[in-house]
């Protein structure tokens, strides 16, 4: 018997869980979700919110508010990334955790979703203060997380160090090493080949294949490319191997332009030596608004959720979007390019899957202590990938559909499926 649909929840009520739930109902009208299947497959199991004590270089105490969010326990423990950002609060967590849920669902990894942040700007954090952070967070979150119940990862603010500093504080608790608790290591700590460059690859990856579909030569390509971090500067790399053009780049102090394109390895240094582009001179200056307007074959938002919208949905100029971000199109924005219907859309949940597919496979290593080659690792992600997107395309046709919501229907309708197979409790 079907029963009618509960209120949504009001708990992580925000702009960016609302739109999470728009793409929820959408996706889930399109396969005609039953209703007793449908709040349960769209709201959170249960989240977790701690307040992060730090004491700072001068002497002050600072105590800094974050969260976790697990969205379903159907499919295996939960996995999804740690984001230290000003902007995270419990709602933008808990969006990011759905994403993660269809997501992991449509590769075929055996996950639930899950995200975690800290409202914090870690790039005026010292080394010791950011460590402290880190540390404490993961203390807090030690009855909550493991290889068989939540296994954190990076995103946006956290790196390979700060995932050593949690794996080793929950190791420390638990009394020996449990390199399985984390995902996105330093490989000296059991991290695997190719996580760090997996997402950003994947990101190429599946943009080469869409240009490929397009008949549209690489060579002759160029790319804009919106936050500058891990998954933007990979990219970017990966990009440039395949002959395409970087034109723009940017990150939170704002971007670069050049039609003949950027010098990259000047870019990287300059980052890694002022932990920002600010002060660079490889392009001209272009705010992270008008960088998003820059007449491009590729444009790749990499950094928040949000960012095309309806006032410049109808002004972008590329062919593809690559949303390497989580959430950087609004509902609105979504609607305004099917009419345009002149780009193509890689949409989040497929863009960057190869982030969550590598740290799988690290995992698995983990969990088995057998580590395979880099060259191993690519080829896993590459097959993925590739099957992973003829799934979406596949979808598409059948059910006429954008790819978004191809991509939605496919990870949602697994989802569900395991809900009904399992019964109430996952
Ligand atoms: P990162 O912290 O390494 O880099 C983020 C970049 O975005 C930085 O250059 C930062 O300066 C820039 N940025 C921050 N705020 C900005 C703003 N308001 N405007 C413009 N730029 C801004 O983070 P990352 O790991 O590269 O993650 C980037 C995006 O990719 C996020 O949406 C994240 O959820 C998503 N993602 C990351 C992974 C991963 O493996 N790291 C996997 C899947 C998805």
Not at 103 to 115: D, I, Q, R, T
Not at 151 to 169: L, S, Y
Not at 222 to 232: A, E, K, P, S
């Amino acid at each position: 018997m079907n029963i009618p649909a509960q209120p949504g929840s009001t708990l992580y009520d925000s702009d960016v869980f609302r739109m999470a739930c728009r793409q929820f109902d959408l996706a889930a009208d399109l396969i005609a979700l039953p209703a007793d299947l449908r709040e349960r497959t769209k709201l959170p199991k249960r989240c977790l919110t701690v307040t992060v004590p730090v004491k700072h270089d001068d002497g002050t105490v600072r105590v800094y508010e974050g969260y976790r969010v697990q969205h379903h326990l159907s499919l295996g423990p939960t996995k999804g990334g740690i984001r230290f950002h000003p902007s995270v609060n419990i709602g933008e967590v808990a969006a990011l955790a759905m994403w993660m849920s269809w997501k992991c669902a449509l590769a075929g990894l055996p996950y639930g979703g899950a995200k975690g942040g800290v409202a914090v700007d870690p790039g005026k954090l010292s080394r010791r203060e950011l460590e402290g952070l880190s540390r404490r967070y993961m203390q807090e979150m030690i009855p909550f997380v493991g290889p068989n119940i939540d296994v954190p990862a990076p995103d946006m603010g956290t790196n390979e160090q700060v995932m050593a500093w949690m794996m080793d504080t929950y190791s420390i608790q638990v009394g020996n090493s449990v390199p399985a608790v984390v995902t996105g290591k330093p490989i000296a700590v059991g991290g695997s080949e190719g996580r760090r460059e997996a997402t950003g690859r994947g990101v190429a990856h599946l943009v080469r294949r869409q240009l490929e579909a397009m008949g549209i030569d690489p060579r002759e390509s160029t790319v804009v490319i919106q936050g500058f971090g891990n998954v933007g500067a990979e990219a970017a790399l990966a990009f440039r191997e395949y002959g395409m053009r970087i034109v723009a780049i940017s990150d939170v102090s704002g971007g670069f332009h050049n039609p003949r394109g950027l010098d990259l390895d000047a870019a990287l240094a300059h980052v890694s030596a002022k932990r920002s582009l600010a002060g660079w001179n490889g392009g001209d200056a272009v705010t992270n608004e008008e960088l998003l307007e820059l007449p491009c074959t590729v444009l790749v938002p990499a950094a928040l959720e949000r960012v095309i919208t309806p006032a410049n949905a109808s002004k972008l100029r590329c062919r593809v979007l690559a949303e390497a971000a989580n959430g950087p199109t609004t509902n609105e924005a979504d609607l305004i390019l099917e009419a345009r219907g002149d780009v193509e859309i890689i949409p989040d949940i497929l863009c960057n899957t190869g982030g969550v597919v590598v740290s799988y496979f690290e995992w698995v290593q983990d969990l088995q202590s057998l580590f395979w080659t880099r060259d191993e690792v690519l080829a896993k992600l590459a097959v993925i990938l590739d099957r992973t997107r003829e799934s979406v395309e596949k979808q598409r046709r059948k059910i006429r559909c954008t790819r978004r919501l191809a991509a939605l229907t496919l990870g949602i309708g697994r989802v569900a499926e395991a809900k009904a197979a399992r019964g109430l409790f996952p």
